[in-house]
């Protein structure tokens, strides 16, 4: 499951965009916890996605992982592989995720490949390379990569 929204630290819900504005609501811890997420992987381009309220619903209500930045996502509104650091994770990530079905593998592999295509690494990348973590459900431990 993939997210493109805008969060906000202390704030615990994440939002859309409209007309160039941050708004409406889009997404509830509420909401979340609303039903299972049974063996979901959930890949989140939100800023300070990995330490929201909503990620823990997540991984509560039975996600297998979150992937999200616990700062800053720096991406855009409409993902491309040409540029937004965390749409171009995103991309070998879900590639990566697709061959080997282990979440954290998955996501030290999109870290090393966008590692490699963009170097010399600029500021927006060291922050998305060190800031992306995956945060594994209930029936795994807790791993930061």
């Known amino acids: 499951m993939y997210f493109n929204l ?4 202390g704030q615990p819900n994440w939002f859309g965009q409209k007309d160039g504005s941050v708004g409406p609501t889009a997404v509830t811890p509420e909401g979340i916890r609303s039903r299972r997420w049974d063996g979901v992987v959930v890949f989140a381009e939100v800023c300070y996605g990995a330490g929201s309220e909503i990620a823990q619903a997540f991984l509560q209500q039975g996600a297998r ?5 616990t700062g800053t ?6 993902p ?3 540029n937004g650091e ?3 994770l ?3 990530f879900r590639n990566a995720y697709s061959i080997h079905r282990e979440p954290a593998r998955a996501l030290v592999i999109a870290k090393t490949i966008l590692r490699i295509l ?3 690494l ?11 973590v995956c945060l594994k459900g209930t029936h795994d431990e807790r791993t930061i990569n």
Request: no cysteine; glycine share 8%; hydrophobic share 45%.
């Open 73 to 78: 996502a720096y991406g855009r509104i409409k």
């Open 86 to 88: 965390a749409d171009r």
């Open 80 to 82: 491309t592989i040409l």
């Open 6 to 9: 805008h969060g906000f630290l």
């Open 65 to 69: 992982a979150f992937i999200g930045s």
């Open 118 to 120: 963009s170097y010399p």
């Open 90 to 92: 995103m991309y070998w």
């Open 122 to 132: 600029s500021f927006q990348d060291l922050a998305t390379l060190n800031d992306f």
